[in-house]
Nanobody, 119 residues
């Protein structure tokens, strides 16, 4: 099993920045990639960004490209989402997920962290 714990959410004014963290523990050797998702009230969950477990191949949804950066600290087994130039429409619960070798899909999820951007 893999456990994921997010942190770093909060309230920020439009134009501001926040950094989210997702710490992985347990059978981390089974992970091949990590991703961030978000879900705003009344909307479907939206994929935001993803990165390979070795820190390679970061890629982003068009809605956040150029503003958000995903990265990984290999020593800490932690994935970060640096969010700059935040907009009110970025307000959502952000969750991280892990893709395992066995499942080949997002098998593990964190509990989510709220990000609120005030205009």
């Amino acid at each position: 099993q893999v456990q994921l714990v997010e942190s770093g959410g909060g309230w920020v004014q439009a134009g501001g920045s926040l950094r989210l963290s997702c710490a992985a523990s347990g059978r981390t050797l089974s992970i091949i990639a990590m991703g961030w998702f978000r879900q705003a009230p009344g909307k479907e969950r939206e994929w935001v960004a993803a990165i390979q477990w070795n820190g390679g191949n970061p890629h982003y949804a068009d809605s956040v490209k150029g503003r958000f950066t995903i990265s990984k600290d290999n020593a800490k087994n932690t994935v970060y989402l640096q969010m700059n130039s935040l907009k009110a429409e970025d307000t959502a619960v952000y969750s991280c997920g892990a893709i395992s070798k066995a499942g080949g899909r997002y098998d593990y999820w964190g509990q989510g962290t709220q990000v609120t951007v005030s205009s």
